[in-house]
Each structure stands twice: as structure tokens, then as C-alpha cells.
């Protein structure tokens, strides 16, 4: 399932996540770190893999189309339980 956000958006969520969390996910999927990173919005494609980003021209960034959303999945998923645990 596709899923359509603006590239600050993408960012805010990855700069909202906690410490250790690129690496959580890429070792959960089995992927390199960097293929984490593209996915948010990185471009070394060198030691990582394109994941279904499209990044088209327009306000706030642009727009971002994501094929997969489970990398995008797994990062809300850290957001909640973060807002779970400090609500304890």
C-alpha cells in the first residue's frame, strides 16, 4: 500500500524518533542503515538501497510518494511506544 506525506513531514518523524532507532528498524528488516537513511530522505545510495521513495517538487518539501510504507510503519510504531512510556 502506497501512503503520500510532504518531505518535511518524512523528516519531522525521522528527527522525532529516539536514539538508536535507524539501527532498530534496519535490524528488524534486515536492511543496511543506510537504506533506513534514504528511505527518510537520504541519498547515498553507495551502502544503501532506494526503498519506493519518489520525491516530487512542491510546498513543504515536496511531496513523497512511499510504495512500502513499512519502514514508515515501524517508525510510528517507535513514536507511540515513546509517547507510551512517557506517559507512565
Known amino acids: 500500500m502506497t501512503k503520500t506525506i510532504t ?3 518524512l523528516r519531522r518523524i525521522k528527527d522525532s524518533l529516539p536514539d538508536g532507532s535507524i539501527h532498530r528498524i ?3 528488516l534486515n536492511v543496511t542503515v543506510q537504506t533506513v537513511r ?5 541519498n547515498n545510495y553507495e551502502f544503501g ?3 519506493g521513495l519518489h520525491i516530487e517538487p ?11 510504507t513499512t ?4 517508525a510510528m510504531k517507535i ?3 515513546e ?6
Open 7 to 9: 518531505f518535511n513531514e
Open 49 to 51: 538501497k532506494n526503498c
Open 79 to 81: 513514536l507511540e511506544e
Open 71 to 74: 519502514i514508515y510503519d515501524m
Open 26 to 28: 534496519a535490524d528488524e
Open 38 to 42: 534514504n528511505y527518510f530522505g537520504g
Open 58 to 68: 512542491g510546498p513543504d518539501g515536496g511531496i513523497v510518494v512511499l510504495d512500502n
Open 83 to 88: 509517547n507510551l512510556s512517557a506517559e507512565e
